[in-house]
């Protein structure tokens, strides 16, 4: 009876994981369509198309639509996807629940090397990226250092503690800074709040490879992590080495949170809910499953989200994270209630 | 002959006219609040610390304590205190601190006007309030003579955009701010996707400033006169801007005085500085 039970689990769920698949498919279609269409600026459907597909369109739908939307989509696409991947990674590997970048360090050191720049270094604003990734991959750093040395080492609430304690300490770095030069806060509350710029190419060409790394060392780990889920013991006894999984995964995820901020800023909330989504939706925790299904779902959410933070009160924009918590809550909550 | 001093005393006294009172002691946190003082010939009994500086205060108020000012409370309570000050002359920056000074029993006025015209009309409340009424008058109508002066054969209005801060995330000054209303002021036809906010700055989509196309774009950056040439490298830079005519045509100004940014009693000589430096329709 019960093998019988578990037979048609399991085909409910392979049933489910397609259907998840082809709805994240087409969420992440309509958010690509909307956010290239959609603007401040109105530039009609055929102007988009044409200048997609390399045809003659006027100067300014042109200039908005390569220079400033395709580029922001992507961004979008890409920031989405990597915090996504990280949140599954790092929910995995460290066996917690509430796991996200927040908990290896990355997210407070990237908002204090951006600020940091910001506030002190004006004059080299254009280095912003590069102090956010910096410093997120120093915090991270910092984190694995405290976390893999002494006792315990790699532990998985070591790393948990580790991580909350090098946070806090970068975030009261970032407060210092504000508090100390309050009329210079405004330029900040952008990076802060988490939110795409219309900064052409220039970003993503010089953060891709992080997340080329970050991506292929995620997809790497799909199947060690698996294994990780049946516990330390046994995963050992499989051959695999759980505290260098763990590491590896911290790894993956903190270049790929890190390239994120110098990007988007501390966008929060994707990285810790989208994977539980996931999860819930397609009624199973591999992460063959998890790790690519959170890649399609944080991409179709950040760029939904996004969408409406520059077009709801066009053309003013807004920050993109209450736009994600709108779009992305009511799913969790319902999908909680559901199958939880 | 005691009866006689004191009835004469008193008569003396009442004799007094209002202006030769004992003029509140004042603490002004504001450059506007402060330099209007020091134009009336009132010492406050403390000055706020202004944006990058001291180099916006009056010479007439050096010597004066100089109050650090930290966002949303303005100064620290405790330093302000001991200035003993009846009133203080604010801004609504400090909302928070404005409520605990109230607590305080100070009474709280806020003088930091957004408008050319609210310049004036606080010129003379601060005379009202210090016992100077009649010099008021005289600055303010010397003012909009300056100003005047200032104005004179504005015959190209080149359409402008005022961001403030630093990165890829500008805000541009609307109409009721203070550098919004003097760009105007100076025959700037100021470009602001037509977005309205009472804070008299908004962040708008740079699909805005591609498709408005400003001529010039002046910035207003929290940074220091050494780092202009490399901030008006990374504006250049901006790909979302590079098509405008303030680009092509080398247009791009960076203001780090903060005369745009924070209101001044310097008016004409700002607005003379715009139409020369920025907006190039000075005559001759």
Redesign the interface.
Known sequence: MSAHGLTIREAGVSVRRPLVYGLLTAALLAAVVASLAL???KVPVEAVIDVLLGREAS??DR??IE???LPRTVEALAVGAALGVAGAILQGALANPLASPDVIGVTGGAGFGAILI?ILF?????L?PVGALAFGLFAAALVFAIAWSGANRGATGKVILAGIAVLSLFTAGTTGLL?A???????AI??IAG?L??????EMSAIWPYFVVGFVAAALLIRPLDRLALGDDVAGSLGSRPHLIRLGAAIAAALLAAASAAIAGLVGFLGLVVPHVVRMAGGTSSHTFVVPASALGGAALLAGADTLA?TLR?????PVGPFMAVLGVPLFLWLLRKVV | MRRSLLALLVIALLALPAGAQAAPRIVALTPFGANTLAKLGVEPVGVGQT?GGRERLSPKLKGVPVLP????NGPNLEQLASLEPDVVLSSPTWAKGNESMGDLGIRVLIREPRRLRESYAQTLAIGRLVGRARAAEELVKKTKARVAMARREIDSHPRVMVI??????P?VFLPNSWGGDLVAKAGGELLT???E?GSG????????V??E?PDVIIAV????E???P??AE?LR????W??TSAVENDRIYISVDNSLLQAGTDVARTIRKVRRVYLDNWPG
């Not at chain 2, 830079?237 to 979302?240: C, F, L």
């Open positions: 603007g401040a600026v100067g300014p200039q908005i220079t400033l939307r910001i004006p004059g080299s604003i254009a912003l508090a030069y309050p009329e210079r806060a405004p330029s952008f990076f939110g710029t219309s900064s052409g190419w220039e520059r066009a053309p003013v924009e807004m | 944006l000012l930290s966002h949303p403030l801060g630093v990165g890829r995330t805000f996707g037509g977005v906010s700055f908004e962040r708008i989509s740079d699909e805005v591609v498709a196309d950056p929290h940074a220091e050494d780092d202009i490399s901030l990374y830079s901006n790909p979302a590079a098509g």
